[in-house]
C-alpha cells in the first residue's frame, strides 16, 4: 500500500491530523523533529497466549493475519542498517531496541541471539544500544536467561496480579491459565545471578479487581519496575467500568499509590506512571507515552518490514499505526514527516481546545495518544479516562503538596 493510499484512508478515518494539521506551520515557526530513539521489532507475529483484551489481536486492526509469522532476516539486517544511518545522522549517543511481537520468544533462541549480536556491530561505535524484551514469559527458561546474559537483553515479563485474576485473561489457546508458568519464570528472574537481565512487569489495571492483593502479588516477584498500564480503549470503544464508577482505573491506581508510597520501609520497585505523575507535578518530563508532553521517539518495524507507529493505535481503527513506509524503501528520517508521528512530537500544539482549558495538561498531557480517538473527529480530544487522570493527578499532587509543607514548616 502507497503512503498516499495510506494517507487518503487515515484522512476519512482521523481526519485530525492526517487532513488539519498544518505541518508547513509548524516549520515555519521553527519547530524541528525529534530523532527516533526507540525502535520495536516485531520479530514474532504469533502469540502462544490468547488474551482476552490484546489490541493486537483481538481490537480493530488485524493486519497481523497478512503479515509473515516470523520476521526474515533480510528485514531485521535492513531495519539495523536503517537504525545505525539514522544515529550517524543524528549523532545519537544511545538507543533502544526492542523486540517484541506478538510473543517474541517464538522466533526461536538461536535466532533472538544473532539479531542481538547484529544490534552492537552494525551501530556505530559512539552510539550505546539497549536491548530489551518484552514476553509473556511462558516460554523464559534457563537456558533463555542464559542467552539474555550473554547479549546483553534485559526482559519484561506481562503478569496481571494474583492467579485467578491473571488466569480469567491471560490464557493459552487451549483455555489454559498461564500463571504458574510465568511464575516459574520470574522466579528464576528474580535469582541474584539473573538480577542483570531482569527488567521487570507489565500490568493492565483491571477495576474489579483486588489493587492491593494485585499489587502485593507482583511485590512477591520482586520486580525492580513496574508498569501498570491503562487498557487500552476510545471514545468509540470506553472502557469497561464495574458498577457505572466513572473513575473505576484511578480509584485502583490511588489505593496502589497510597500503599506504595507509604509503606515504610519504601520498596525497593520503580512504578513508572507514578513517578512520571510526581515528575510532572515538579515539572519535568515524563518517560512514557501514558501521560505527560515529551516527544515520542519511538518506530515500529512489522515482521514484513513495514514501518508503524506506536501498536497500541491498533486499538482505534484498521491502518490507524500505518505510514505507507518500508524498510526496504525508506530511511528513518521520512517517518519523521508523517502527520501521525508529528502529532505525537509536537506536545501542546497537539491538544484539543479541551484539554488546553483544563489546568492540569501540561501534567496530563491528554494521555496516551490511542485513547483520544474518536470517529470522525480523529485524535483532537482529551483521553477516554480524562476523569481517571486528573483524579489521579490531583491526588498525587495533594500527597506531594503536604509533604512539601511539612519540610518546609
Known sequence: MTSDTVRAAQR???????????????????WQPTALREVVLKVHQRCNLACDYCYVYELADQSWKTRPAAMPDQVWRLALDRLAEHARRHELRSVRVVLHG????????????????AVHTTLPDTCRADIVMQTNGVRLDLPTIDMLHRHRIRVGVSVDGVQADHDRHRRTRSGRGSFAAV?????????????????????????????????????????????FLL????????????????????????AVFDHWYTADPAPDVQIRLFE?????????????????????????VESDGSYEQVDALKSAYEGACATGLDVWHDDFD?????????????????????????PLHQVCGAGHYAHRYRRGEGFHNPSVYCADLAKLINHVHTRLAADVRRLVS
Open 183 to 227: 511464575a516459574a519464570a520470574l522466579e528464576l528472574l528474580g535469582r541474584p545471578e539473573n538480577r542483570r537481565v531482569y527488567g521487570g512487569i507489565l500490568c493492565t489495571v483491571a477495576p474489579g479487581t483486588d489493587p492491593i492483593a494485585c499489587y502485593e502479588q507482583l511485590l512477591k516477584f520482586e520486580p525492580p519496575a513496574i508498569d
Open 334 to 358: 521520512a517517518v519523521l514527516a508523517d502527520p501521525g508521528m508529528i502529532a505525537r512530537q509536537i506536545g501542546v500544539r497537539a491538544l484539543s481546545p479541551t484539554c488546553l482549558r483544563c
Open 231 to 254: 487498557p487500552h480503549a476510545n471514545w468509540d470503544q470506553p472502557p469497561a467500568r464495574p458498577g457505572g464508577n466513572e473513575t473505576a482505573y484511578a480509584d485502583w491506581l490511588i
Open 276 to 300: 512520571d505523575v510526581m515528575r510532572l507535578v515538579f515539572g519535568a518530563g515524563s518517560s512514557s507515552e501514558q501521560v505527560g508532553l515529551s516527544p515520542s521517539g519511538m518506530l515500529v
Open 102 to 117: 506478538g510473543e517474541p520468544l517464538l522466533f526461536g533462541r538461536e535466532r533472538l541471539a544473532e539479531l542481538a549480536a
Open 12 to 30: 476519512a478515518a482521523a481526519p485530525w491530523p492526517y487532513a488539519t494539521l498544518d505541518v508547513a506551520a509548524l516549520r515555519a515557526a521553527g
